[in-house]
C-alpha cells in the first residue's frame, strides 16, 4: 500500500487526474454539438494523452503530441471551422433517432471488447533491453534504423501541403 | 496493489487505449459534420498510437521503436487533418454546407 503523501502516491494522483482529463476531453469532444467546443474538448483530451506518453517514459513524444496535436492540428480545424462556419442555427436536428443508440451501442461493444481482450490475456514477460529509449537512442534510430522511412514521411508532408494548397483554391472564383 | 499505483501497469494502459477508441468510433457514427468525424478519427488515431506506447514502454526489447512509430503516426495524422480540411473546405465552397445530409450529389 503506496502512502499518499509520498512521491509515488502523488505521482498516482496525478496519473488518475490524467486518465480523467482524457476521458473527459475525448466525451467532450464527441458529443458537443457546436464545432468549437468539440475541438476544446479534444485539444484537452491530448493534452492528457501528452500527460499519459509522460508517464510511458517518454518526454519527447510527449513534448511532440504538445506541439503537433495541440498547438497545429487543433488550430488549423478551428482554421478550417472559421472559413467553414456552418451556421449553428439547425444543429439541432441530429441524426435519425436510431443513430445515436446504434453508435452508442458499436462503441461500446468495440470497447468492451478490446479491454476485455487487453486485460485477459497472458502477455509474455518483458524481454531484455537493448536500449533505454532516451531521446539519444530515438535520434539514432531515426537517421540509422528507420532512416528510409525519415525520408518517405517528409516526403508525404510535402505531397500533402502541395495538395491541400491545389484543393483549397480550385472551387475558388477567378475574380 | 493499490490504486495509486495504476500507472505501472500495462492493462490499464490498454483499457484506456480502447476507451479512446470506441469514443472515436461512437463520434464517427454519432457526429453530422464532417469536421465532427475529423475530429473523431484523430482521437482513433490518439488510442492506436497510445497502444503502441504502452507496448514498447513494457514488454519491447527496444523501447525506441513505438516511440517512433507514434512520431511517424503524428506525421502521417497531420498531413490526413491537411488534405480532409481542404476537401472539407472546397466541400462547403460547393455545397454551403459542411452537413454530411446535405452533401448527396452523387445520391441516385
Redesign the interface.
Known amino acids: 500500500?503506496?502512502s499518499?503523501f509520498t512521491a509515488?502516491?502523488l505521482?498516482?494522483?496525478v496519473?488518475?487526474f490524467i486518465?480523467a482529463v482524457?476521458?473527459g476531453g475525448?466525451?467532450i469532444?464527441?458529443?458537443s454539438i457546436r464545432?468549437p467546443r468539440?475541438?476544446t474538448g479534444?485539444a484537452i483530451?491530448?493534452v492528457g494523452?501528452a500527460g499519459?506518453?509522460y508517464?510511458?517514459?517518454?518526454p519527447?513524444?510527449a513534448v511532440?503530441?504538445m506541439l503537433?496535436?495541440v498547438g497545429?492540428?487543433c488550430v488549423?480545424?478551428v482554421?478550417?471551422?472559421m472559413?467553414?462556419d456552418?451556421g449553428d442555427e439547425q444543429?439541432v436536428g441530429?441524426?435519425s433517432a436510431i443513430?445515436?443508440p446504434?453508435?452508442?451501442g458499436?462503441?461500446?461493444l468495440?470497447?468492451?471488447g478490446?479491454?476485455l481482450l487487453?486485460?485477459n490475456t497472458m502477455?509474455?514477460a518483458?524481454?531484455?533491453?537493448?536500449?533505454?529509449?532516451s531521446v539519444k537512442?530515438?535520434g539514432h534510430?531515426?537517421v540509422t534504423t528507420?532512416g528510409m522511412?525519415f525520408e518517405l514521411?517528409s516526403l508525404?508532408?510535402l505531397?500533402?501541403?502541395i495538395?491541400?494548397?491545389v484543393?483549397?483554391r480550385?472551387?475558388?472564383s477567378k475574380s | 496493489m493499490s490504486i495509486l499505483n495504476l500507472s505501472n501497469i500495462l492493462e490499464i494502459y490498454l483499457a484506456i487505449a480502447a476507451l479512446l477508441f470506441g469514443i472515436g468510433v461512437y463520434g464517427m457514427l454519432y457526429q453530422r459534420t464532417l469536421i465532427g468525424m475529423l475530429i473523431s478519427s484523430e482521437l482513433i488515431l490518439a488510442g492506436a498510437s497510445l497502444n503502441f506506447m504502452a507496448f514498447s514502454r513494457f514488454l519491447a526489447p527496444d523501447p525506441t521503436t513505438g516511440q517512433i512509430f507514434t512520431l511517424f503516426i503524428m506525421g502521417v495524422a497531420a498531413a490526413e487533418a491537411a488534405i480532409a480540411l481542404s476537401i472539407i473546405i472546397a466541400v462547403y465552397r460547393n455545397y454551403k454546407s459542411i452537413d454530411t445530409e446535405d452533401v448527396a450529389g452523387l445520391q441516385g
Do not use: C, H, K, Q
Not at chain 1, 55 to 58: A, E, G, I, K, V
Not at chain 1, 126 to 133: E, I, N, T
Open positions: 500500500m503506496i499518499l509515488e502516491g505521482a498516482g494522483l496519473f488518475l486518465v482524457t476521458i475525448a466525451l469532444a464527441v458529443n464545432l468539440a475541438i479534444l483530451s491530448f494523452v499519459l506518453y508517464f510511458l517514459n517518454s519527447f513524444v511532440m503530441e503537433i496535436y497545429a492540428v488549423t480545424i482554421f478550417a471551422i472559413l467553414a456552418p444543429r441530429r441524426r443513430g445515436a446504434v453508435a452508442f458499436v462503441g461500446a468495440l470497447f468492451w478490446l479491454a487487453g486485460i502477455w509474455p518483458a524481454a531484455a533491453r537493448v536500449s533505454d529509449g537512442d530515438i534510430s531515426l528507420y522511412v514521411i508525404v508532408l505531397l500533402a501541403i495538395g491541400s494548397l484543393l483549397a480550385a472551387g475558388r
